[in-house]
């Protein structure tokens, strides 16, 4: 059974960083393409960072970009955030396409086939 299993959310200042991690079981998620979204209450879940299979290219959602890093180690997709914004607060969710899929559009979530819970970034100012 496919599991994904978000870590490392919290609360956090403005101007501090974060570290999340996403793990993946039952599926080897080295050739597939992973990504990490972000959703608050009454709004539509937005695409933050996506890597490609190989971890040789990222993107990056205009708001984050220069501050987030998105990278991967085998099983386990990570996502530094330096620089949180009060903006930044969300649950942030990490989802991976099926296995050979590359996205068209890497900030769809109809691209993702698999989910993890999440984990929530909360940033004050």
């Known amino acids: 059974q496919v599991q994904l299993v978000e870590s490392g959310g919290g609360s956090v200042q403005a101007g501090g960083s974060l570290r999340l991690s996403c793990a993946a079981f039952?599926?080897?998620?080295?050739?597939?393409?992973m990504a990490w979204f972000r959703q608050t209450p009454g709004k539509e879940r937005e695409g933050v960072a996506s890597?490609?299979?190989?971890?040789?290219s990222q993107a990056y959602a205009d708001a984050v970009k220069g501050r987030f890093t998105i990278s991967r180690d085998k099983n386990t997709v990570y996502l530094q955030m330096n620089s949180l914004k009060p903006e930044d607060t969300a649950m942030y969710h990490c989802?991976?396409?099926?296995?050979?899929?590359?996205?068209?559009?890497?900030?769809?979530?109809?691209?993702?086939?698999?989910w993890g819970q999440g984990t929530q970034v909360t940033v004050s100012s």
């Open positions: 890597i490609y299979r190989g971890g040789v």
């Open positions: 989802a991976a396409a099926r296995m050979g899929w590359v996205p068209v559009r890497w900030a769809d979530e109809s691209e993702y086939r698999y």
């Open positions: 039952g599926y080897i998620f080295s050739d597939v393409n």
